[in-house]
Structures are given as structure tokens and as C-alpha cells.
């Protein structure tokens, strides 16, 4: 019998592991999506309140993800992180934002220090070996 403990462990491990490159996305896009789906967890300060939303992306690219949620607002800044697959132990950076199409939200990321800078580097890396 399975524990909890190891199904989310093998739940975890099948969730993020094949990357599929979007090739049909618009020629005036600046990145090509990768289409992979990872959890995300985002979280937003606003008026001396803290917002935890854990939820799905997908859709990346260098310059962001796509969200799935109905807790967003356009121009909300967040604290993204997420781990992709084969990247340990997690990325996490500021984003903002910036388009909604239903329940689908784009968020740009934001390198807002060092150390983002480096995560985010490591993280575009990471995608150009998926051919993104």
C-alpha cells in the first residue's frame, strides 16, 4: 500500500517532467512557449494582508508563465515559485501581472535583485535545453 507521503512524491515526480515547445505561437511573440504544467505557488501582498494562492502554470517562456486562478488582478505584484522540471530546488521570483483571458492570468517576470537575476538566468537556461 502507498502512503500519502509517496503518492505525492510520485505524483510530484510524473507532474513536471516532458516539455513540449509550442511552434505554432505567433511570429510577433518575443519567446517561444514551452507548454508544461508545474505547481505554483503565488503570493501577493496587499494592504497589510498576505495572499497564498497555490495553483497551476503553464505556458512558459523567458519572460514568464500562465496561471490558472480567480484570485488575481491585473497590475498585482507576486511572488512567483514554482519548480520546474529537472531544476532544484525551486525558482522563485517577482512578477507582475499582465493580461487575463477568463481564468488564465499572464504573469511577467521580474528580476528585482541579485539573486533573481541569477534564478531567472539559470531558469532561461534551463528552457533553451527544451528548445524554448
Not at 69 to 93: C, M, S
Not at 103 to 116: I, K, N
Request: net charge positive.
Amino acid at each position: 500500500m502507498i502512503s500519502n507521503r509517496q503518492s505525492l512524491r510520485i505524483y510530484y515526480r510524473r507532474m513536471a517532467t516532458k516539455a513540449e515547445v509550442n511552434t505554432t505561437s505567433p511570429a510577433d511573440r518575443r519567446w517561444r512557449r514551452c507548454q508544461l504544467t508545474v505547481p505554483v505557488q503565488i503570493t501577493i501582498e496587499k494592504s497589510q494582508r498576505v495572499n497564498v494562492i497555490n495553483t497551476r502554470g503553464s505556458q512558459m517562456n523567458n519572460g514568464g508563465l500562465a496561471v490558472r486562478t480567480d484570485e488575481l488582478a491585473i497590475g498585482d505584484e507576486a511572488e512567483i515559485k514554482f519548480t520546474p522540471p529537472h531544476f532544484y530546488p525551486f525558482v522563485r521570483l517577482r512578477g507582475v501581472i499582465r493580461n487575463r483571458v477568463d481564468d488564465v492570468y499572464g504573469v511577467e517576470f521580474l528580476a528585482t535583485s541579485a539573486a533573481e537575476e541569477r534564478q531567472l538566468d539559470l531558469f532561461r537556461h534551463s528552457l533553451a535545453r527544451w528548445g524554448a
